[in-house]
C-alpha cells in the first residue's frame, strides 16, 4: 500500500503541469519522477553492471523459458528516449485531437506496448506505464481517469494484447483494451460519484442531525474533506 500511495503521489504531483505543457511534459526525466515510488532503486535506470539490469517477462527469469526480453540495457536509456518522443510529439497529438490523425486511445495503447517493451526499470515498469494514461487525458484536455483497476481485473486479457502488440506489432487488441478500460472506468466513476453524494441524506436519515448543528454541517464538509479538524467546522 505505500508504494501505491507513493505512485499516487508522485502522480498527482504533476497533474497541473500536465495540464499546462500539454504532451510536452513526456520526458525520461518524467518516467523516473513516476517511478519515485519504487523501494528498491527509485528513478534508477536498468544499465549494464547494476542489480536488475537484465529482465526476462515470464519463465522464473530465465531467457531460454521467458515470453518475451525486453530492450539490452545498455539500450534502455537511449530506447526510452525514443519512446518518450513519441509520447511529447505535439503535432501528432493535435492531428489525432482533431479528428485527422492517431485519436487518443491509439497513442495510449501505442506509446503503452513501447514503454514496456523497453521496461526501462528492474521493477515497477507496470505502474509507471499505467500511470502515464492519466498524463496523457490531461495532456489532451481531458478529465483523468484511472485505468489500473480494470486492468487488475483483467490481468490475462491485458497481458494477452500486450505480448500480440508487442510480438506481432499487431495494436488492435490493445487498442481495444483500453478502449474498454475507459468504458468501465468511466461508468464506475459514475456510479461511484452517485452512491457519494448520496451519502449526506443517508446519514440525516438514519442519524436524525439537528437542524444547523456542527453534525449537520460535518455531512457536506466530510465527502470533501475525509481528514478534518473542529477549526473547519466554523
Known sequence: ???????????????????????SIFSSDTVCHLHSGYLGNPGE???????????????LSRPEDSIYN?????????SLRKVMSWYSDQDLAAKGDAGVGINLISRIAISHAHFEAVHPFPDGNGRV?????????????????????????????????????QKKLDYSKIIDFISSAIISSSYE??????????????????????????????????????????????
Open 189 to 234: 466513476m459514475k456510479m461511484t460519484k452517485e452512491k457519494i453524494l448520496s451519502l449526506p441524506a443517508l446519514w440525516q436519515e438514519r442519524g436524525r442531525f439537528r437542524k444547523k448543528s456542527t453534525a449537520e454541517k460535518a455531512l457536506p464538509l466530510i465527502l470533501k474533506m475525509p481528514i478534518f479538524t473542529t477549526n473547519n467546522l466554523r
Open 45 to 59: 535506470l536498468r544499465s549494464p553492471g547494476k542489480a536488475g539490469a537484465l529482465v526476462y517477462i515470464g519463465g
Open 70 to 78: 525486453p530492450v539490452p540495457p545498455e539500450y534502455v536509456e537511449e
Open 129 to 165: 506505464g499505467r500511470a502515464i494514461w492519466p498524463l496523457q487525458m490531461i495532456a489532451s484536455g481531458l478529465m483523468p481517469l484511472y485505468l489500473s483497476g480494470y486492468v487488475e481485473k483483467q490481468k490475462k486479457s491485458y497481458y494477452e494484447a500486450l505480448q500480440f502488440a
Open 1 to 23: 500500500m505505500f508504494s501505491v500511495r507513493c505512485y499516487a503521489h508522485a502522480l498527482e504531483g504533476i497533474f497541473d503541469e500536465a495540464y499546462k505543457r500539454k504532451e
